[in-house]
């Protein structure tokens, strides 16, 4: 069983910059991928970023160079470093252990509104 803990959503103006944070306690943290998802209200969750447990990423084609992912392992933690958001990034945004795919958190809401 894994508990997903996400936080550092908010308010941001277009053109600035949040850093999402998540903590997944529960599992083996270290020997997953992790996955950053996002969600808007009546619309399908789509997959944002994911880190591996070698520290390689990837990345959906709209974050276009804006968004880094980064893990802790030493805190079962991963990260979204969002800069130069845009209105289409607000969302609910969920982080995703790969040993629990069906396992999420409450989720950290981001809007992008001036």
């Known amino acids: 069983q894994v508990h997903i803990v996400e936080s550092g959503g908010g308010l941001v103006q277009p053109g600035g910059s949040l850093r999402l944070s998540c903590t997944a306690t529960?599992?083996?943290?270290?020997?997953?991928?992790m996955f950053w998802y996002r969600q808007v209200p009546g619309t399908q969750r789509e997959l944002v970023a994911s880190a591996r447990v070698d520290n390689s990423t990837n990345y959906a084609k709209f974050v276009r160079g804006r968004f880094t992912i980064s893990r802790d392992d030493t805190k079962s933690a991963v990260y979204l470093q969002m800069n130069n958001l845009e209105p289409e990034d607000t969302a609910v945004y969920y982080c995703k252990h790969g040993q629990f795919p069906d396992s999420w958190g409450q989720g950290t809401r981001v809007t992008v509104s001036a």
């Open positions: 529960g599992g083996n943290f270290a020997l997953n991928r």
